[in-house]
């Protein structure tokens, strides 16, 4: 007995592109994507994105886990990565050629997830509306709010160059996080467009970028040698996206 009545889910397109989709479902889904060309060239985008994904990554997915971590078999959680499929997460994640045996499992914990995109995403609302002052140290003191953030938070702070976003650095400030310090730096774009980056120390080890919308706003999480990142701005994913990734390829590259 198929459901054709039932509207068709942007979680069900992804597990009909992962192959998935409980069987009884998957003509459904092919009839919805018949009658709406829009999406079925959104499904087309993702297909063709995981095959090229598959072709250059998959033997490095398939590396054996290192020995020195302890992987969490996890519930498996809805999904929220960006670009919709599994196959997305690899392309942000295993740019370095030597990440991809993270795809297989390792998460953050719900707590640890929630209780950063809540302070980040409360941060992020707080002060970007502000004109006057949004920051303790504006960013053309990059250097010494750098080496202040660093020294007050117990790691590397780098502030990340997002001009190819079209995003300047307006400066940063130092906040309580969930265990400690957190530091907190305000980028802003020709037209005002804010974008904020929120750190501080993680018992978590996860490359995967997970993904939190609260209002009007989005956020994206991940975490990397006992700190995690969240990136806030608005809920274009895509956009959301494009900031995070150059964010935390440039994380990766100073050694976090």
Same mark, same amino acid.
């Given at each position: 007995m198929t459901n054709r009545n039932i509207p068709v889910t942007e979680d069900e397109l992804h597990a009909y592109v992962d192959n998935e989709l409980p069987a009884e479902r998957r003509a459904d889904v092919e009839a919805w994507l018949a009658s709406r060309p829009d999406d079925a060239e959104r499904v087309r985008s993702w297909l063709a994105m995981a095959d090229a994904l598959h072709a250059r990554y998959d033997s490095v997915a398939d590396?054996?886990?290192?020995?020195?971590?302890?992987?969490?078999?996890?519930?498996?959680?809805?999904?929220?990565?960006?670009?919709?499929?599994? +196959? /997305?997460?690899?392309?942000? !994640?295993?740019?370095?050629?030597?990440?991809?045996?993270? $795809? @297989?499992?390792? +998460? /953050?914990?719900?707590?640890? !997830?929630?209780?950063?995109?809540?302070?980040?995403?409360? $941060? @992020?609302?707080?002060?970007v509306v502000e004109v006057r002052h949004p920051v303790e140290v504006p960013g053309s003191e990059r250097a010494h709010l750098q080496q202040w953030l660093t020294k007050r938070c117990g790691w590397d702070v780098r502030a990340p160059e997002l001009g190819a976003t079209g995003l300047k650095l307006v400066g940063g400030r130092l906040l309580p996080g969930p265990t400690g310090p957190a530091s907190f730096l305000m980028y802003e774009s020709a037209s005002g467009e804010r974008f904020t980056v929120y750190t501080a120390r993680a018992k978590t080890e996860t490359t995967q970028m997970r993904y939190a919308k609260q209002d009007g706003d989005g956020a994206l999480f991940w975490a990397d040698r006992g700190v995690g990142y969240v990136v806030s701005g608005g809920?274009?994913?895509?956009?959301?996206?494009?900031?995070?990734?150059?964010?935390?390829?440039?994380?990766?590259?100073?050694?976090?």
């Open positions: 590396e054996p886990v290192p020995r020195r971590l302890e992987i969490e078999r996890l519930v498996r959680q809805p999904r929220k990565w960006f670009y919709g499929a599994v +196959a /997305a997460t690899l392309a942000a !994640f295993i740019a370095g050629g030597g990440l991809g045996w993270l $795809a @297989h499992g390792a +998460a /953050a914990s719900p707590s640890t !997830f929630q209780n950063f995109t809540v302070d980040a995403l409360d $941060a @992020h609302r707080l002060y809920t274009d994913r895509e956009r959301l996206t494009q900031v995070a990734r150059l964010v935390y390829d440039q994380s990766e590259k100073s050694g976090g």
